[in-house]
């Protein structure tokens, strides 16, 4: 990664008038211990501002600590103000990974396919549109797939394949708690096992925060709950409207593929992690897997993932699942982020998004500019909180 072209991409986003809001002291107070929630601290803090995280738990407790971890500017992120907004915080995880120690990325890109001709060409269309945006895509054959990926077992009914090379995976844990001791070396009060059970307004605007503990004065908060965003911007009359998504993850033990890339197959992904492990899944359609028996119909899912998974690859045959993980990922209504200042209440700043871990290298630093410096940015116009109200 080019460190100064991403310095010009981000020195050159447009930005608004100002906002009308300017703290008076930088006070921030963070809620939240998750992807969003740490590296926003981390961009605060590296600003100079006074900051304080709040998380109720340990870092990584919701979704984020339950995730893929997939960094990615995917050609179902649109329209295209979405998938820029991806693509730019792909390359701000390249930042993030060179000035940030403990993050660990692995960049190996994408291989997709399809296996029906109208997915295919769907899928075919997709790649000219992103490659008509400036972002690499690569239509490749049958061969070039077992060149990329040699253990993959190719599927006879192969209709077209794509191969994205930009793309990787963060530790995600380990990624949280790296952004959580640099914030905390730059000055930031991480706490922990610490609850927020009210935010305070003076004269309209944010004052304090309560925890159940002690308050703390502040002249902004910014609301990275996950799905409990909503709950906690309700509480001062602000709408987040989200769809809670559950989402089972599978984990491999023993043997696996020594996988270079993503593979993202028509009904399976597996993510290769930095750490060795393997991740996999569906793909993402926004709806609960089970209606009500639960956990039984969590592990029915993990071992269905997991069984289409072993049949993708020659050197999976003896791996064992290992782990399942269920992840409450907030799913906005309208499917796009939500940030920025809520007009009715000034310094009430919530961020939130179904792609946490792609779009926080990005969003934290956008939303740091327009805490800090009393700007609106352009680029982040389409996700104001206020389009709800």
Known sequence: MDRRHLLELFAGIPLAVATGFRPRADRIVV???????????????????EVTLCERAELGAGASGK???????HQSKLPQHYF????????????????????????GGRLEWSRDSEAGDMLRAAAQQQQGWGYPMEWIDEARMRELVPPLVVEPDLTGAVFAPLEGAVEPVEALRALARAASALGADVRLNTEVIGIEVTDGRVSAVRTDSDVIHADAVVIAGGIDTSTIAGWLGVQIPLRPAPGVLAYTSGPAPDLPSIVAGPDVFVIPLPSGRHVMGRGFVGQPVYSTDRPASERAEAEA???????RFTTMAHASLDDITVGWRPLPTDGHPIIGFARSIPGLYPI?????????????????????????VDLLAPYRPDRFA
């Open 84 to 107: 820029e907004i991806s693509r730019l915080s792909t390359l701000a995880w390249h930042e993030l990974q060179q000035e940030v120690d403990g993050i660990r990325i692995k960049w």
């Open 352 to 376: 939130v998004t179904h792609s946490g871990f792609t779009l926080a290298a990005s969003l934290s630093r956008l939303a740091a500019i327009e805490i800090l410096d009393g700007v609106s």
């Open 305 to 311: 993932v997991f069984a289409m998974a072993r049949s």
């Open 67 to 73: 995730s893929g971890a997939w960094i990615n500017a």
């Open 31 to 49: 809620i939240g211990g998750g992807v969003l929630g740490c590296s926003t601290a981390y961009r605060l803090a590296k600003r100079g501002a």
